[in-house]
């Protein structure tokens, strides 16, 4: 019982991690079209805009919480002290070790031959807390421990840079969605294309890249009347 009162004083302190995620991922994201989102954006739009990720997050959370206690009973169940580094443990310490260094190798070569920077940053990303869970499992056959919440943070960190970044370069690279947008001001209207690319909005701005002259078009939204999707 004691845990689980311990994990519910964390829930506000997770709430706050979860914001700072989204705002991070959010300032990673236009940071790639040259555009300082904080500038543009109130501190009520980043709590809001957090929402949108709050299903991922909260998922992230969940599979970390039930390795954690997974973990917890594992070793409450496991009577025998590693500290005596028996033979099984050196095989095992083997064994993760050399897999952490292939899956080093195979993401510097998978990055090395991959001509999209979408691509790269998931490979990076995934191969990363793939070999963080190796690391650990190195580790938990020494005296030396990786705690869980260490590792599910990272983890999310991680997560969160590949995030932003990869959203935007696949609008770079034009491997995003297809959808068009329309949007009406009382003088002008703006539709996108294969070069233009809508890229998002705040309250009180609407941003635009364009692929071929590689720059970002900021307008205010003061006038406009509707903004279509198809």
């Known amino acids: 019982m004691e845990k689980f009162e311990k994990l519910s004083q964390l829930l506000p302190f997770g709430s706050i991690f979860i914001l ?6 959010l300032v990673i994201y236009y940071k790639i079209f040259n555009i300082q989102i904080v ?15 709050l299903l991922i997050y909260i998922c ?25 580094s028996p033979e099984e443990y050196k095989t095992e310490r083997r ?12 993401i510097i070569v998978s990055v090395q031959y991959s001509n999209s920077k979408s691509k790269s940053a998931e490979i990076i990303c ?8 190796t690391f650990r499992i190195f580790l938990s056959s020494t005296k030396l421990v990786l705690p869980y919440p260490i590792f599910i943070i ?3 960190i991680m997560y969160t840079i590949m995030y932003g ?3 935007a370069h696949k609008i770079i690279e034009n491997n995003n969605n297809n959808l068009s947008y329309t949007i009406v001001f009382k ?31 900021v307008l205010k939204s003061d006038d406009l009347i509707k903004i279509s999707i198809k």
Do not use: P
């Not at 500038?39 to 990720?53: A, H, L, P």
């Not at 995934?126 to 869970?133: C, D, E, N, P």
């Open 95 to 106: 064994i993760t070790l050399t897999l952490s260094i292939i899956i080093l190798v195979l």
């Open 20 to 25: 700072l995620c989204s705002s991070i991922k």
């Open 60 to 84: 992230l959370f969940g599979v970390g919480i039930f390795l954690y206690l997974f973990d917890f009973y594992q070793n409450g169940n496991d009577t025998f002290l590693k500290n005596d």
């Open 187 to 217: 003088e002008k209207t703006y539709s996108t294309d294969k070069y233009l690319k809508y890229i998002g909005k705040t309250e009180n701005f609407l941003f635009f890249y364009n692929l071929k002259s590689k720059r970002t078009t």
């Open 165 to 167: 970044y990869t959203d």
């Open 39 to 53: 500038d543009y954006i109130g501190i009520q739009e980043f709590i809001t805009s957090f929402i949108d990720d």
């Open 154 to 156: 990272s983890g999310i």
């Open 126 to 133: 995934v191969g990363l807390f793939i070999f963080l869970a």
